[in-house]
């Protein structure tokens, strides 16, 4: 079945490091590919989204780049802030459909 | 706009007890979901619908009831709580559409615990 994997959390980073979290996915067709941030006591925001290979989602300094050759679709920013602390979560839409498939979520943590 | 609201924010119930979790949405959206969140299992879908009267399973849909009669709300039921059931859930709504690129927009959840 589809599914959505995420690297395990916590990433603590320094503030002006950069940031990636990996996610892989495994689907039929072509999904559509989500990145959600909550941040505490909150519930889930967009961050950003792709639905065709090799599209690039973009938000807030955030950058993940639809790559079906790799079933991956990675979140990037170059500079973190402490402000980003939060969880992140990979989602994927299969076509057709509308069930949404999420990953585990990756904590990250930025220190001042 | 409100956006997605859910009621209670926390709730304690007992074992076999019943309850109803609130969803409302104002921004006229046909999809509706709920998702239970666990630690390590990200998040879950329960039960969603594509517009009034219309409902289907998600992943864990055992235990839980969801009927729609409007456009703007979607209940979610426990007849009979149970421990497993602990959680914290959350309702979400988008605009209906196949091409994948609808937003969903989340409620701010709802902590349930099941003694």
């Known amino acids: 079945g589809n599914s959505v994997t995420q690297m395990e959390g916590p990433v603590t980073l320094s503030e002006e490091a950069f940031l990636t979290i990996n996610c892989t996915y495994t689907a039929t067709g072509y999904p559509s590919l989500f990145w959600y941030v909550q941040y505490p006591g909150e519930g889930l925001q967009l961050l950003l989204k792709?639905?065709?290979?090799?599209d690039k989602g973009s938000n807030k300094g955030f950058e993940a780049t639809y790559r079906k050759e790799t079933t991956s679709f990675h979140l990037e920013k170059g500079s973190v802030q402490v402000s980003d602390s939060a969880v992140y979560f990979c989602a994927l839409r299969t076509p057709g459909t509308y069930k949404y498939i999420f990953g585990t979520g990756t904590r990250l943590k930025v220190l001042a | 706009n409100a956006g997605v609201t859910q009621t209670p924010k926390f709730q304690v119930l007992k074992t076999g007890q019943s309850m109803t979790l609130q969803c409302a949405q104002d921004m006229n959206h046909e999809y509706m979901s709920w998702y239970r969140q666990d630690p390590g299992m990200g998040l879950r879908l329960i039960h969603y619908s594509v517009g009034a009267g219309i409902t289907d399973q998600g992943e864990v849909p055992n235990g839980y009831n969801v009927s729609r009669s409007t456009t703007e709300d979607f209940p979610l039921r426990l007849l009979s709580a149970a421990p497993s059931q602990t959680s914290v859930y959350f309702c979400?709504?988008?605009?209906?559409?196949?091409?994948?690129?609808?937003?969903?927009?989340f409620g701010p959840g709802t902590r349930l615990l099941v003694l």
């Open positions: 979400a709504s988008s605009a209906l559409g196949l091409a994948g690129e609808e937003t969903q927009y």
């Open positions: 792709a639905t065709k290979a090799d």
